[in-house]
């Protein structure tokens, strides 16, 4: 074997290895988040440069063990480009020193209060907390203009979606229109980041909610079809997600 093809194989089971252990990043993200580990850096102040051990004095944390913990936890989260890392000295002994890349700002409240934490701590919680509201959108639809659904479709299986969407087309006048935001899947996979979002958003509904998937475009027009509709307009593209229009 020449060492090019070696070094591919090592390549190929390094990957495969990363993949089989992937789970502690999800594992460890989470807990960083629910530790607050994000905002006790970002209150530090722009560009600011952490050590475990002054995360760990800042959060009140007295176990003995957590400086050295959070390390660990952020040196993983640093081979993501998910905190920035450099080397400093305490007590005359290098220490790694952390910051926040950009893509943590997405994991800490912004100025609307939101934040992907909350996302995050569901996906991983023991089980999904469903908020009740009155009314029952399986058997009627207000009378309006416009409908606007954001992560719906996506909830239900082909047979509830088409049942809601036709109550949509009943409540609406012949010039109106839903507006529905979410992922549309290409059929064939590749391996950018919107895509590998999408799909790991539907393996996560595939083990929460029965039926409830992702789609493709096809997919999606058979169900605006199925429920009386002309097509769909794709919009927009924002933040991974189609804002689209189901007309008439």
Wanted: aromatic letters at 10%.
């Amino acid at each position: 074997m020449s060492s090019t093809e070696d070094e591919i194989r090592k390549n190929e089971f390094t990957y495969a290895m990363q993949l089989a252990t992937s789970t502690s990043l999800a594992m460890v993200l989470v807990n960083t988040i629910k530790l607050n580990v994000f905002e006790a850096i970002a209150k530090a102040g722009f560009d600011a440069q952490l050590s475990a051990y002054e995360i760990a004095s800042r959060l009140s944390i007295q176990n003995q063990d957590a400086p050295d913990m959070l390390d660990r936890m952020l040196r993983l989260l640093a081979s993501h480009s998910i905190v920035t890392c450099s080397q400093g000295e305490h007590e005359s002994r290098p220490v790694r020193l952390y910051g926040l890349a950009p893509v943590a700002k997405y994991f800490i409240l912004n100025e609307d209060g939101a934040t992907l934490g909350s996302l995050m701590k569901l996906t991983q919680d023991k089980e999904y907390r469903i908020e009740h509201v009155e009314g029952d959108m399986f058997r009627e639809v207000p009378k309006c203009d416009v409908i606007f659904m954001k992560w719906i479709l996506h909830d239900w299986n082909d047979e509830n979606c088409t049942k809601l969407l036709k109550n949509c087309y009943n409540a609406l006048p012949q010039d109106g229109k839903i507006i529905v935001v979410d992922a549309i899947l290409p059929f064939l996979p590749d391996t950018s980041s919107s895509y590998k979002v999408s799909t790991q958003m539907d393996a996560i509904m595939m083990t929460q909610i029965t039926g409830g998937k992702e789609r493709t475009y096809d997919e999606l027009l058979a169900l605006a079809k199925g429920a009386g509709f002309a097509g769909i307009k794709k919009e927009c593209f924002v933040c991974n997600y189609w804002v689209m229009e189901f007309y008439k």
